[in-house]
């Protein structure tokens, strides 16, 4: 029999795959909506984040110094992909683009590899970070409530951001219609570079938690949650954010439940069930939950 | 003062010469039209002054275009915003998943006094004033049009281009349109109209240029342009 404490522990563990699958997808669906390009190169920010951590924290920085710093560089390092990788392809067909984030995930990965070697680092978490809640037989871990609270704060704060700041909404509008939004004074070479540094650093506080719960990184960490942010934010419609946070969180309770609730032997499906909900959701929503069809001129 | 001065432009979308070598003015404080049939070149010309020619894959190969007596072929389309040249291009293109308050807010990216230009533009279109809080892409097509020239009006631009302002829309919205026009340029906009409404043309600007393929066939006052034959027979 299934206890509920188990159901609970389910339940909480949905809710922290989600959070980090609707970060990526998050970023994912800003860089989409303004340069309809899939970036497949944003799971291995999140890995680039999480090795940015363990260096600050190797030079001597505390852990609250050094987030915020590999954050920023991760930042960086959006920007300067966009910037020598991607600007030089605009205008020209979006493929190119796809194919080229596709090699920056290729270089990424193998970057890290010489650097770091491709031994798993174990990646420490903060002592405040550390503890386990128990109540009887059910118990939670800091790292865990952490992960969850941090998305809703962000994801709040990113609403805010887009719908009432005037570069947020300049940034939805440049998602609209980038020839209009240039009309109207705004440079798209910069509205582009505040994506990707925002995208960039969300996946690189994503690495952060990750790292964190998982307690190990290692230069392919970044690709299966590359992927599945990509499979939550075209379930969610591509270029939505409510959708990537929805698409997130139904991939995440799929994923959980379908490894907790299915005998044990059937556990190795966890990443099958994911592409069958991207199937069955294309087939029957082909833009996504909150998708729209996108009108190219 | 002339304000808008292009010299013998050319403009090419591949091996396509659009625009073969036209040259004409506009004068501070004046409404000019550019009349022509379609494909003639007139959006265009359009593109080639805001600068966004090269977002649609095409490129300015000869001439030039100079603003208040300055060359801009070479500034980027969105520093000829903050020069005060806005276009409220063909077919809108208003930001359809936006409200209405939030494409003004785009529109008035680049001033300092948004809260007097949106006070400007709802008192030239109290609709908008109302619907502000609705979704853009929900609006009727005159609305649209309208949201379109009052987005394009918050930048408080010196020299305003309307791409088909008229296209599509019932003969009595036209009249709404063409009354706010007069107003913006009674205000002291200068404003660069393209067109293939005559009529409309012939009562609102002080000079009209005639446009086909990619040439200046005729140019002159309103009344003395459309009498001529050449012209009654190209524009019907
Ligand atoms: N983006 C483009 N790529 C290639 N050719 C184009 C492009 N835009 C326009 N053209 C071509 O350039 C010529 C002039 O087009 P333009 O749109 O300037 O005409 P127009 O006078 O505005 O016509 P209409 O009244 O139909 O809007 C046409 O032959 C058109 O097919
Ligand atoms: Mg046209």
Redesign the interface.
């Known amino acids: 029999m299934v206890s509920a404490t188990y159901i609970l522990d389910l339940f909480i563990g949905s809710f922290v795959l989600w959070s980090m699958y609707a970060l990526l997808a998050i970023g994912m669906s800003i860089i989409y909506g303004i340069l309809r390009l899939i970036n497949f190169a944003h799971g291995a920010m999140l890995m680039v984040g999480a090795y940015f951590y363990i260096m600050f924290l190797s030079m001597g920085l505390d852990p609250i110094t050094s987030l915020p710093l590999s954050m920023a560089l991760g930042a960086v390092l959006g920007v300067t992909i966009d910037f020598f990788a991607y600007r030089p392809l605009r205008?020209g067909p979006e493929l190119s683009m796809l194919i080229t984030s596709l090699g920056v995930y290729i270089f990424l990965e193998n970057l890290v590899r010489i650097i770091a070697t491709p031994q798993p680092r174990v990646f420490p978490l903060p002592e405040f970070l550390k503890g386990v809640y128990r109540y009887g037989d059910f118990s939670v871990r800091v790292i865990e409530i952490f992960t969850i609270v941090l998305t809703l704060v962000l994801f709040a704060a990113l609403v805010l951001f887009f719908t009432k700041t005037?570069v947020g909404?300049?940034m939805?509008?440049t998602a609209?219609?980038?020839?209009?939004?240039?009309?109207?004074?705004?440079?798209?070479n910069r509205i582009i570079m505040i994506a990707f540094a925002l995208a960039s650093m969300v996946a690189a506080l994503t690495g952060f938690l990750w790292g964190g719960m998982y307690g190990q990184v290692d230069p392919t960490t970044g690709f299966m949650p590359g992927v599945k942010a990509f499979i939550a934010a075209v379930v969610g419609g591509i270029g939505s954010l409510t959708g990537s946070v929805l698409g997130g969180y139904i991939l995440g309770y799929a994923e959980i439940y379908s490894v907790g609730l299915l005998p044990p032997e059937y556990s190795g499906l966890r990443d099958g069930i994911s592409f069958l909900i991207l199937i069955i959701i294309l087939l029957i929503r082909p833009y996504g939950l909150f998708g729209?069809e996108v009108e190219r001129? | 003062m002339t304000l808008l001065d292009v010299k013998d432009l050319f403009v090419s979308y591949g091996p396509l010469v659009a625009v073969q070598g036209i040259s004409f003015q506009v004068r501070k404080g004046q409404v000019v039209s550019l009349l022509g049939s379609n494909g003639a070149g007139k959006t265009t010309t359009l593109r080639a002054i805001s600068g966004t020619i090269s977002l649609v894959g095409g490129k300015v190969t000869g001439g030039s275009i100079s603003f208040e007596g300055q060359e801009i072929t070479k500034v980027p389309p969105h520093r000829r915003v903050r020069k005060g040249i806005s276009l409220v291009p063909e077919g809108r293109k208003i930001f359809h998943r936006l409200t209405v308050y939030e494409n003004l807010v785009v529109g008035g990216y680049t001033v300092k006094d948004f809260g007097d230009r949106l006070e400007f533009v709802y008192q030239l279109f109290p609709i908008l004033k109302e619907r502000r809080n609705q979704i853009a892409g929900s609006l009727s097509g005159g609305e649209q049009q309208m949201l379109a020239i009052a987005r394009g009006l918050m930048s408080n631009p010196k020299l305003l281009l309307l791409d088909e302002p008229s296209l599509g829309l019932a003969p009595r919205v036209v009249d709404v349109l063409y009354d706010a026009i007069s107003k913006i340029n009674e205000e002291g906009t200068t404003v660069l109209v393209v067109e293939q409404h005559v009529k409309k043309a012939l009562t609102h600007s002080h000079y009209i240029y005639v446009i086909q393929t990619g040439r200046i066939i005729a140019s002159g006052e309103p009344e003395e342009v459309l009498s001529m034959d050449m012209v009654k027979a190209y524009l019907g």
Request: a negative charge.
């Open positions: 205008g005037k909404i300049a939805r509008a609209d219609d980038l020839e209009a939004s240039v009309l109207m004074g705004i440079d798209a729209r001129v």
